[in-house]
């Protein structure tokens, strides 16, 4: 269950008189309390109402994880930040969600107040540790306070911390490989904004793959704009407009704006243009057409936090630097050969793991 900051309970009663009144030890209160194994059921029952007839509020101090993050009406923020609270709740710990634009004062007014309620580690998902010059006070409170802090897909300039992130740059070149393996030539990119270090590595990424299958001029392909449905369309626009056939997208999102540039333009998703996204949000199975996607490992993702996050509020030590996970590629409805093209080249370039869901 995820909670938020303003939910945090209060101790009204100690675990002494819930003890006194079930006729327990204090032990087998906390065992029940956090729903350990090895107590009977009668037992468990009697804690559970002397809980319940003294109005005892466990305090969540000593068990808080501050999960800072954006855009939680993305599906993409949501799924992750939900599968590390699942992996951290068997270890009595809490994830308390702090959405807040990246880099701005929210961010460090969420940490200045939360580093008072005893949070043991925050972890910061695709926030301001994706960003070149950003504010690093929120950092700076925390390793102040020796509270770690552990980074989604960018690190942190100065410290020393975990990173868990997707590999962009294989990414870019799944999605590029795919699409040239169908007979595409002109393959555009609706990236992300500058200054976004994953929006940075999958343009690298992708004019490299372009570079190495003999393309000139890949950097004038890449289209900068925001992560949303209207920077997809946008930039898809412009891709369109100078005639690309496919469109590699920085986000499902804006792969989704990219096929309403396309039909606005008068042009068909697959058949004249075609559309790769990049997450892999469960939404891209149900959307016209089903979308390929390039699917980050949300779910490895997920564990290797919360296996740190665990290790750190337990004051052990786990590695610092960057782990890069292998993302997948999702083949569905959104992507066919070009118009009137001829049969797909073998260009020789190595095939990445790929699965068919149509």
Not at 95 to 121: K, N, T, Y
Not at 123 to 133: E, G, I, K, Q, R
Request: net charge neutral; hydrophobic share 45%; glycine share 10%.
């Amino acid at each position: 269950m995820l909670v938020s900051f303003a939910e945090e309970a209060w101790v009204k009663v100690g675990l002494t008189e819930v003890a006194a009144r079930a006729r327990v030890s204090e032990a087998t209160v906390s065992r029940v309390i956090n729903r350990r194994p090895g107590v009977a059921g009668r037992t468990r029952d009697a804690v559970e109402r002397a809980i319940a007839e003294l109005g005892y509020a466990p305090s969540n101090r000593g068990q808080l994880v501050a999960m800072i993050t954006p855009w939680l009406s993305n599906p993409f923020f949501a799924e992750v930040a939900e599968l590390v609270e699942a992996a951290l709740a068997p270890h009595g710990l809490k994830g308390v969600i702090c959405p807040s634009l990246p880099g701005g004062i929210q961010e460090r007014d969420f940490v200045s107040a939360l580093v008072d309620h005893g949070i043991v580690a925050a972890v910061f998902l695709s926030a301001s540790n994706t960003l070149d010059d950003t504010d690093t006070e929120a950092y700076r409170i925390l390793a102040a306070r020796r509270i770690p802090f552990v980074g989604v897909n960018g690190g942190f300039a100065g410290y020393d911390a975990p990173v868990f992130s997707s590999d962009d740059l294989l990414a870019a070149e799944m999605a590029v490989d795919h699409l040239y393996g169908l007979g595409h030539r002109w393959i555009g990119m609706a990236a992300g904004p500058p200054g976004n270090r994953p929006a940075d590595r999958r343009v690298r990424g992708f004019v490299a793959a372009l570079e190495r299958r003999g393309g000139t001029d890949a950097g004038l392909r890449v289209v900068r704009q925001v992560y949303t449905v209207e920077g997809g369309q946008s930039a898809a626009a412009t891709l369109i407009a100078d005639g690309a056939t496919a469109i590699v997208a920085a986000s499902d999102y804006m792969a989704l704006g990219a096929i309403r540039a396309a039909r606005r333009a008068g042009l068909s998703v697959p058949g004249d243009v075609s559309v790769v996204g990049y997450d892999g949000s469960m939404i891209t199975e149900f959307v016209d057409p089903p979308l390929t996607t390039v699917r980050q490992p949300i779910d490895r993702l997920a564990k290797g936090v919360a296996h740190a996050v665990v290790a750190l509020a337990n004051h052990r030590e786990v590695p610092t630097g960057e782990l890069l996970f292998s993302p997948e590629l999702v083949v569905r409805s959104s992507t066919a050969p070009p118009p009137e093209s001829m049969p797909a080249q073998d260009t020789g370039a190595g095939r990445t793991n790929r699965r068919q869901d149509r």
